[in-house]
């Protein structure tokens, strides 16, 4: 991934907090025909490893735990906010037109060779675990002893577990860092007034990159 220094975020404990409130990764390997993509829902470990090791599962039915490289490493992507940028919010596309539209976005791209894991055991600690993290918000969360023993007993044996310990952790974070700061507040501007999550989110982090006096 190209990432200009002023776009790089290099925090393991922001990039780790991406993964968590977006943990739906692209995960991207070489596979005998080129690379091939899933959609999985990761948990991120950060204790295990320098930079924290990725945890998941996928069907049994599903080639990629037998066939992933482990010669060439896996690229897990993990998409944060993301938000259009037009020129028409720049005080300085007013003075001098020198303006184009862009893209803002966060990013984290997990590289790491993965293993896979068939102890029942494990797969049930990891369902658990995984359940409890998003049925937390819940007014009631469903909890995986709710269902009957045997049912949950059949479909650990239809998934298998994936680890991916992670050898490299590069984070971008295009938010409006290379605008002048007038700039800046007319992208929050502008994007607080679309209203949507995406969009509120965005303009919350070039707010970050604003000094509080450039604010009034």
Known sequence: ??????????????????????????WVTAGDDGL??????FLIDPARGERG???????????IWRTFSTAVRSLIVFQGAQAYITPSWYPSKQAHG???????Y??????????AIEDRAWLRKHLEALVSVHEAPQAVPWKIADA???FIDGLLRVIVGIEIPI????????????????????VVAGLGARGDASSTA????VRQHIPSNAEG
């Open 1 to 26: 991934m190209y990432v200009p220094q002023h776009f790089a975020e290099t925090d393991n404990a922001v990039l780790h907090a991406l993964i968590r409130a977006h943990p739906l990764g692209t």
């Open 36 to 41: 091939v993509a899933n959609h999985i829902p």
């Open 53 to 63: 090791t990725l945890i998941a599962h996928v069907a049994r039915a599903n080639p």
């Open 98 to 104: 020198k303006a184009v539209p862009t893209w803002n």
């Open 106 to 115: 966060v990013v984290v791209h997990a590289h790491g060779t993965p293993r």
């Open 148 to 150: 009957p023993a045997d």
């Open 167 to 186: 050898a490299t952790l590069t984070g971008k974070w295009k938010v409006s860092q290379n605008r002048p700061d007038p700039d800046k507040l007319g």
């Open 202 to 205: 965005m303009a919350e982090l």
